[in-house]
């Protein structure tokens, strides 16, 4: 039996938003036509084995920034740095790998 689950979509129209454990699991669609902020951090907590699909909806630029929690991407791992993702409507997966740390997989470069 193959299992295909449905995506579990959430919109946000914010221009920052620090990623939480109830995240986990979830497609984020960033709409705002401002430049958005994605924080990662010690305390977001998603289980190891998770992930959160961030989507570019809206036409300002969206940025996923590590903040204590260590985001390795485009041959980067940083707990400090920032990634961009691609123009509008590029996405990237933020997958936890272990605890407080992720991978940023997708249309994504150094800031």
């Known amino acids: 039996q193959i299992d295909n689950p449905v995506a579990t979509f959430i919109t ?3 221009t920052a938003r620090t990623l939480t454990s109830t995240d986990a699991g ?3 669609l960033f709409t705002s036509g401002s430049a ?4 990662v951090n010690a305390s977001t907590d998603i289980p190891v084995g998770q992930r959160v699909d961030i989507i570019a909806d809206g036409a300002g630029a969206l940025t ?3 903040s204590g929690a260590t985001v ?3 041959e980067t791992s940083t707990t400090t740095g920032s990634f961009t993702i691609g123009l509008q409507y590029s996405a990237a997966t ?3 790998v272990a605890t407080d740390s992720y991978r940023l997989i997708g249309n994504v470069a150094v800031v």
């Open 12 to 14: 946000d129209a914010t």
């Open 26 to 28: 979830k497609t984020i």
């Open 36 to 39: 958005t902020v994605v924080t």
């Open 64 to 66: 996923v920034t590590a």
């Open 72 to 74: 390795a991407a485009a």
């Open 94 to 96: 933020l997958l936890c």
